[in-house]
């Protein structure tokens, strides 16, 4: 399902201690770093949730991998956003 928002507004990321611990065949703090450079190089919209997955990344949870997959879903409808680096070019174009 594609995601209009980079993060959920109606959910805040907390620590989640009794939470179900995460069990997905991807690395999480991989997956976060790749976020991070991304938002900082193209996609700087998605920078807060980023930041706010790459908080818990020692300790990820069954919520957190939901977060990153929200992100993913985002960046999957809006892959013809973005900023375009144009070396030739005079202007930016977002």
């Known amino acids: 399902k594609i995601q209009e928002l980079p993060a959920a ?3 805040i990321l907390h620590k989640d201690e009794g939470g179900k611990e995460f069990e997905e ?3 999480y703090r991989s997956i ?3 976020l991070n450079f991304l938002e900082k190089s193209t996609r700087p919209e998605i920078a807060y949730s980023v930041h706010m997955c790459a908080r818990f990344s020692q300790n990820p ?4 991998a939901k977060a990153i997959k ?3 879903r985002y960046l999957m ?4 956003q973005g900023i375009v680096l144009d070396p030739k070019a ?3 174009v977002c």
Do not use: A, E, P, R
């Open 70 to 72: 929200h992100i993913g």
């Open 77 to 80: 409808g809006t892959k013809n």
């Open 61 to 64: 949870t069954d919520l957190h």
């Open 32 to 34: 976060v770093g790749k």
């Open 90 to 92: 005079q202007k930016f």
């Open 9 to 11: 507004t109606s959910t």
């Open 25 to 27: 065949d991807w690395n």
